[in-house]
């Protein structure tokens, strides 16, 4: 069957609109606008129940106008940054030590794993009775967060290293340094970068949930005082705001991870 110019020019485009991700997701938040208006006029619902779009943005131009939203949004942030800091920082560590001892890692798996089992909602109260209401808590709850997922995939990484490949630096007399340097960290940085995306997606869960057990300040307790107000409009504008937080944290990683893997690219062009 011989395809006409018209079924052709439609192909064409949609094939371009396949590749530009910024025109999809600018398309994808539009329809999603336009059923949310659609869905409010339908069923004719209140305010405080499900208000419109437009209701939402003209919370948002007020909370951002009085330096509301920025103050809880900048203390999230904060928190989310240092608990990033921590949890990558510990569970990178950690990892790495596990993979030079199996040992260790037996004797600690059992209790690795048992303590993901545990919901961070049952875990974060203790933490805010042991260390306050305060910023230490909230980073506490958010390095936990992020902290296995990060240690799982630092671990596989390390592990997955092509066994001859430690013989080719033996065979030269490289230091464990070198190793570590000129082999390990290459070789497990794939692995290590997709559980990085993971741990920043999850580190915006564990900040909100300290916040929502107990604070004065940060999106979650912009979403108690939106609540407790039946100002839903306002808990909208805080969701809003942390889905662009957590959506910017993983765009980050994923830059990262195609700058520091360009070589990766470079291999499979070859």
Not at 126 to 152: A, E, H, M, N, R
Request: with cysteine; hydrophobic share 55%; proline share 6%.
């Amino acid at each position: 069957m011989k395809e006409t110019p018209s079924s052709t020019i439609k192909i064409d485009f949609w094939q371009r609109l396949s590749r530009n991700r910024m025109l999809l997701t600018l398309l994808s938040v539009l329809l999603f606008l336009l059923i949310w208006q659609v869905l409010v006029s339908a069923l004719n619902l209140p305010g405080f129940i499900l208000p419109s779009p437009a209701e939402v943005g003209r919370k948002f131009l007020d909370v951002l106008r009085t330096g509301l939203l920025w103050r809880h949004f900048s203390a999230t942030l904060g928190e989310i940054l240092l608990g990033l800091l921590f949890g990558v920082s510990a569970a990178t560590l950690l990892g790495y030590a596990l993979s030079k001892s199996p040992l260790a890692e037996r004797l600690l798996s059992p209790f690795l794993v048992g303590s993901q089992s545990i919901p961070m909602a049952a875990i974060a109260p203790l933490l805010v009775i042991w260390f306050g209401p305060g910023l230490l808590s909230k980073v506490l709850i958010c390095s936990l967060t992020v902290f296995f997922p990060v240690l799982v995939n630092t671990l596989v990484g390390l592990r997955d290293v092509p066994p001859e490949l430690r013989e080719v630096m033996e065979s030269l007399r490289a230091s464990p340094a070198q190793t570590l340097r000129y082999l390990e960290i290459p070789a497990a940085l794939p692995v290590f970068l997709g559980g990085l995306r993971v741990g920043a997606s999850l580190s915006v869960i564990g900040a909100i949930v300290g916040e929502l057990v107990a604070s004065d300040r940060g999106l979650g307790f912009l979403i108690n005082v939106g609540r407790g107000q039946y100002d839903t409009a306002l808990v909208f504008v805080a969701v809003i705001c942390l889905v662009i937080l957590a959506a910017s944290l993983y765009g980050f990683v994923l830059l990262l991870e195609n700058r520091v893997l360009s070589w990766q690219t470079w291999r499979k062009e070859v």
